[in-house]
């Protein structure tokens, strides 16, 4: 972790989220299409950012299944965004890689043929900006 500011102010820096103000319903894992293949499942990535376990958030599986629809955004009662808090810590690691991290040629052969093709469209919109 570098010196400063932790990750967890840095994605809730990026994210613009309160994740306080999660009162632990379910209703964001129960809307999520991808529940059943995530490890850490939208409701509980709230949890470890307010418990700062940031490097099992990048690490999860998660982090690169979700996919990005925002359902979970939609549904929750009290605007927590869990999708925003998922994405924001996906930024924290591209950022960390370096911006020549990954090169359009290299994506072909690093493509998992699991991945759901949704995933790659809002992942180009996001990062074509």
Same mark, same amino acid.
């Given at each position: *972790? ?5 990750? $967890? =102010?840095? +994605?809730?820096? +990026? $994210? ?14 129960? $809307? ?5 293949? *995530? ?46 808090? +998922? ?8 950022? =960390? ?5 990954? $090169?359009?040629?290299? +994506? ?9 093709? =949704? ?11």
């Amino acid at each position: *972790m570098s010196h400063g500011k932790s990750q $967890t =102010q840095k +994605i809730k820096e +990026i $994210t613009g989220v309160d994740p306080y103000k999660c009162m632990k319903c379910g209703k964001c894992s129960a $809307t999520c299409p991808l529940f059943n293949e *995530m490890d850490i499942k939208p409701h509980q990535f709230v949890s470890y950012v307010l418990n700062e376990d940031i490097d099992a958030l990048v690490n999860s599986k998660s982090l690169w299944k979700c996919l990005s629809c925002f359902a979970c955004i939609e549904r929750c009662p009290r605007n927590v965004k869990p999708g925003e808090l +998922i994405d924001g810590a996906r930024q924290l690691v591209v950022r =960390q890689r370096g911006a020549d991290y990954l $090169t359009p040629e290299d +994506i072909p052969e690093r493509l998992d043929p699991e991945l759901p093709q =949704q995933l790659l469209v809002s992942a180009f919109r996001r990062y074509r900006r």
